[in-house]
């Protein structure tokens, strides 16, 4: 289908049945135009032919130009009039290019009450696991139990002497006992290693 200034892009018929199709409801209000001749980027008058063709339909239609892509981006009001563009324009030749029109898939997030950006985690204790630095949509902060700590087995190692072996188990015919060491506390902080100097070697007599 060839197009010019002059020739009539939208007919009623054609809307009319758009308008009453009311599974268009859903349909995105804005097309992206590929194959865009480079005349329509450089040329006004040819931009405005351009521009002139889609607002046949809705006269507050807007444009977004992208020259290194080729690509236009038109937005309509309402999903009716994007979907009477797309019928009519679609492999339409436009300044000596045949143009394909699509929807344009919607920017907005589903859930309005959403602004759109990942909301940081719920302020939970967490013990062991941090967030990522940069989480991906959809983590979940995993729910961890507080570390068990057994306060009787420290309150018995605390009373085991230092320096000296202590049996928890004792030994059989077959398997040996367990023994626990405990370390001797470290001396005062100030008491430094002597370092006993190396003798230099002597000179052989010439």
């Given at each position: 289908m060839d197009l010019d200034e002059n020739?009539?892009?939208?007919?009623s018929s054609t809307f009319d049945n758009v308008e009453d199709d009311a599974m268009l409801i859903d349909l995105p209000t804005s097309l992206i135009i590929t194959?865009?001749?480079?005349?329509?980027?450089?040329?006004?008058?040819?931009?405005?032919?351009?521009?002139g063709l889609f607002r046949y339909c809705e006269d507050e239609a807007t444009f977004q130009y992208f020259k290194s892509f080729r690509r236009v981006r038109v937005n309509f009001v309402s999903s009716e009039a994007?979907?009477?563009?797309?019928?009519?324009?679609?492999?339409?030749?436009?300044?000596?290019?045949?143009i394909n029109c699509y929807f344009a898939q919607p920017t907005a997030p589903k859930d309005e009450a959403d602004d759109g950006h990942l909301q940081?985690?719920?302020?939970?204790?967490?013990?062991?696991?941090?967030?990522?630095?940069?989480?991906?949509?959809?983590?979940?902060?995993?729910?961890?139990?507080e570390p068990c700590i057994n306060y009787d087995l420290l309150a018995a190692v605390a009373n085991l002497a230092?320096?000296?072996?202590?049996?928890?188990?004792?030994a059989t015919e077959d398997k040996p006992g367990i023994f626990v060491h405990i370390c001797e506390a470290p001396g005062p902080k100030d008491e430094k290693p002597a370092?006993?100097?190396t003798r230099c070697p002597d000179r052989p007599v010439s």
């Open positions: 020739s009539p892009v939208y007919d194959n865009v001749g480079s005349r329509i980027f450089n040329d006004e008058n040819e931009k405005k032919r351009f521009e994007a979907a009477a563009a797309r019928i009519q324009l679609h492999q339409a030749t436009v300044a000596d290019e045949r940081p985690p719920a302020r939970e204790k967490q013990f062991l696991i941090s967030p990522p630095a940069s989480p991906p949509v959809g983590w979940e902060p995993v729910e961890e139990a230092p320096g000296e072996a202590h049996e928890l188990h004792p370092i006993v100097q």
